[in-house]
């Protein structure tokens, strides 16, 4: 509501919303082209609106009124829908044999998409491409901390920017996957650091805000995710909870305002104050008889499973609960591309995690928008 107050207040005409859209998006680096060609449909509309008010002076306000919120409740519910995957999982027809592959993933074909429906179309997601991630991501510090899905999820990071060039993502995976540490590479061509933190427990995360907060330097973009490893070694859904509220109250303690404030933060002028956009990794479905050990079988039971995703809901540390992260919804991705995207029932393909980096690439430029 504030949000759309502000907005309402901001012009009187919503070509400033256009004006304001590429200020907004400072943080993240855009250049002012290519946010004007992301801004797309919605820049197209304002436009529309803007050019036909003149023409109805008396309406002139009721319209800038309703454009602006429509506009928020747009971009609102985009951010709701940037999860909403459907998978096509098939036998790659050109395979006709099991035998010399690599692994059986590589026999199925997997491919996803947004799903189809006239709201998320309005939507206009889009798969970046490795320019446009390059362009969104320039000089940007991003950090991405958790267990091996956050590991995962950073290959499939630099995959995108750095796909085109084997040599390089090849040493990247071998420095990368050296066991339980941490991991950071300056990619120079578009000045953005990306770290990688080995961060396996919630309570390995709250140091890490700590730390920041200490340094008082925050990254522009943070992933963060854990909750397999506790499920496995501590085995208790309301001491995860415990963490969970403890990384809450230190993730709302960092940002510059309060998530009650909404997500948008005082707006002064124009200008808005600068916060890290933030996201959590979710857990992936957990499928029990393809789990490669028998503690795992016991220790990581569908029920213990869903008292874990149960705490995770009521410490309210995401954003559809109150909090202040943004899901990248994991969950439903493994749950949707199923059993043959994984080969043991934890770890899943490298799609899955491709289409995690784009759901988090499109909920950053609707976000950018919403940071007026
Ligand atoms: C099927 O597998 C072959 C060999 O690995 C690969 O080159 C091809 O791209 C795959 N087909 C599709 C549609 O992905
Ligand atoms: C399967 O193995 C045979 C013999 O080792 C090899 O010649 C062939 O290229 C392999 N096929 C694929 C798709 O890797
Ligand atoms: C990144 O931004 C700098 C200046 O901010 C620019 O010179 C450079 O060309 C940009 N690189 C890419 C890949 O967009
Ligand atoms: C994570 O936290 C656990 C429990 O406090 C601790 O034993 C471990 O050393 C921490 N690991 C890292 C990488 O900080
Ligand atoms: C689970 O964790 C809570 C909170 O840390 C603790 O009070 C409780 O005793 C633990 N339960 C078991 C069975 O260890």
């Known amino acids: 509501m504030m949000m759309m107050l502000e907005v309402v207040q901001l012009g009187a005409a919503a070509a400033c919303v256009v004006v304001l859209v590429p200020m907004g998006m400072a943080g993240l680096h855009l250049s002012r082209n290519k946010m004007l060609f992301f801004s797309g449909a919605l820049f197209i509309t304002l436009a529309v609106c803007v050019h036909l008010t003149p023409y109805f002076p008396s309406v002139?306000?009721?319209?800038?009124?309703?454009?602006?919120?429509?506009?928020?409740?747009?971009?609102?519910?985009?951010?709701?829908?940037?999860?909403?995957?459907?998978?096509?999982?098939?036998?790659?027809?050109?395979?006709?044999?099991?035998?010399?592959?690599?692994?059986?993933?590589?026999?199925?074909?997997?491919?996803?998409?947004?799903?189809?429906?006239?709201?998320?179309?309005?939507?206009?997601?889009?798969?970046?491409?490795?320019?446009?991630?390059?362009?969104?991501?320039?000089?940007?510090?991003?950090?991405?901390?958790g267990d091996s899905q956050a590991r995962l999820f950073t290959l499939s990071l630099l995959n995108l920017i750095w796909g085109s060039e084997a040599k390089r993502m090849d040493s990247v995976r071998a420095d990368l996957f050296k066991r339980h540490s941490d991991y950071s590479i300056l990619l120079d061509e578009i000045g953005m650091k990306l770290d990688f933190v080995w961060a396996p427990y919630v309570v390995n995360l709250t140091n890490s805000m700590m730390a920041f907060k200490t340094k008082k330097s925050y990254p522009d973009v943070m992933v963060m995710g854990a909750g397999l490893w506790h499920m496995l070694h501590v085995t208790n859904a309301s001491d995860y909870d415990f963490a969970l509220r403890m990384l809450k109250s230190s993730v709302v303690s960092l940002l510059p305002f309060s998530p009650e404030l909404g997500m948008n933060g005082p707006v002064t002028g124009s200008v808005s104050i600068k916060s890290p956009h933030l996201f959590w990794l979710g857990m992936p479905m957990l499928i029990n008889g393809m789990l490669n050990t028998q503690e795992k079988r016991e220790k990581m039971s569908d029920a213990m499973w869903h008292d874990y995703d149960r705490a995770l809901g009521d410490s309210r540390l995401l954003r559809q609960t109150g909090g202040p992260l943004l899901l990248l919804d994991i969950q439903s991705l493994t749950w949707n591309c199923g059993p043959r995207c994984t080969s043991d029932g934890m770890h899943y393909d490298g799609a899955i995690y491709e289409a995690a980096v784009q759901i988090m690439l499109n909920a950053l430029l609707i976000e950018s928008h919403q940071r007026l």
């Open 60 to 145: 002139s306000d009721f319209v800038t009124s309703v454009s602006s919120a429509v506009v928020f409740d747009h971009r609102t519910s985009c951010i709701n829908l940037v999860n909403d995957i459907s998978w096509e999982v098939k036998p790659n027809a050109s395979l006709h044999t099991f035998n010399n592959l690599s692994s059986s993933l590589d026999f199925y074909d997997k491919r996803w998409d947004w799903s189809k429906s006239p709201k998320l179309d309005a939507c206009d997601f889009q798969r970046l491409s490795a320019t446009d991630a390059s362009d969104l991501l320039n000089g940007s510090w991003v950090v991405v901390a």
